[in-house]
């Protein structure tokens, strides 16, 4: 096998051509999401859901061909998880070397009303069991350690009016051109996922790695980690709320930041790069 940051900058800067291209597959002239509702025998065409779920669902079948291409493109073979919540969504492996697998997992999420360059912000997988364990095949289509490298494919969009009304509306085919889109202002990238990942949870009783928000952060990397490298985020990840210490008062609470994990590692608090998607308020303070 390859030097792995070498297989892994290959990688990089394949899915980074791909991503590039796939606003142009997806959107029309005006940035409008090409795909307007489901359509039956009759010819009815129902408008797709609020859901943000359904969306990211719908956006999944609509890129697959351009997976497959890309797989074909550069000698991969897609193999998709075996079940629904397994971790990745799309391994690639390469066919002429098996051992050179790639996870990478299609992420979605919109811009948020209020703030133009933050996003609702994605889960980046698993902290639990296959994560500490990296030869465990539970959740994981592949232990965690066979794979060369563990990247996003991200997609973030406005939310159009239509994509928060509650209701699904009919309409029929000669309708076609009338239909609004449910989502729209597309912007694509591709990213190894500890490059964006935050110290926080991702979501509320899972045990799922966040993400930063500030969008512009995102496209360039600049997650909590990158002054410390993917090594410091998967010691932070695996030990998560595993580790005791002491408050100020000298009450006994776990370890959920970064600054308070270098320090019981005796690292340079400096490193955590701290305003790295930070939420500014409307009156300007960052959202502590």
């Known amino acids: 096998m390859k030097n792995k940051e070498k297989l892994k900058q290959e990688f990089q800067k394949q899915l980074n051509e791909f991503a590039s291209n796939l606003k142009i597959y997806v959107s029309d002239s005006e940035n409008q999401w090409t795909i307007k509702g489901f ?7 129902y408008s797709i859901s609020a859901d943000t779920k359904i969306v990211s669902k719908v956006l999944e079948i609509h890129l697959f061909p351009k997976f497959l ?14 079940h629904q919540n397994w971790y990745p969504d799309i391994s690639f492996v390469s066919k002429s070397n098996p051992e050179i697998k790639y996870a990478v997992d299609l992420k979605t999420t919109y811009i948020l009303d ?11 997988g698993s902290h639990g069991s296959y994560f500490v364990d990296r030869k465990s095949e539970k959740n994981i289509q592949y232990p965690y350690d066979e794979y060369v490298g563990h990247y996003c494919l991200g997609i ?68 909590v980690f990158k002054h410390l490298g993917e090594e410091w985020f998967d010691d932070y990840w695996t030990n998560y ?42 009156g300007g303070n960052d959202d502590k």
Do not use: M
């Not at 291409?69 to 075996?82: C, D, G, P, R």
């Not at 209020?114 to 980046?124: E, H």
């Open 114 to 124: 209020d703030y133009s360059d933050f996003c609702k912000g994605f889960t980046l």
């Open 241 to 282: 709320g595993k580790i005791t210490i002491k408050d100020k008062d000298g009450k006994p609470k776990k370890i959920t930041s970064l600054p308070e994990f270098l320090k019981y590692r005796g690292k340079d608090e400096t490193l955590y790069n701290p305003r790295a998607g930070k939420l500014k308020q409307k």
């Open 69 to 82: 291409e890309f797989a074909h493109k550069y000698n991969y073979e897609i193999v998709l998880a075996t």
């Open 39 to 45: 359509i039956d025998v009759f010819q009815n065409i």
């Open 156 to 223: 973030i969009y406005s939310r159009t009016e239509l994509d928060r009304l509650e209701e699904t509306k009919i309409y029929k085919l000669k309708e076609l051109a009338k239909i609004p889109s449910v989502i729209t202002n597309f912007t694509f990238f591709a990213c190894e996922k500890w490059t964006i990942a935050s110290d926080k949870s991702g979501s509320g009783n899972t045990a799922n790695i966040g993400s930063i928000q500030k969008i512009s952060d995102i496209l360039s990397g600049n997650g």
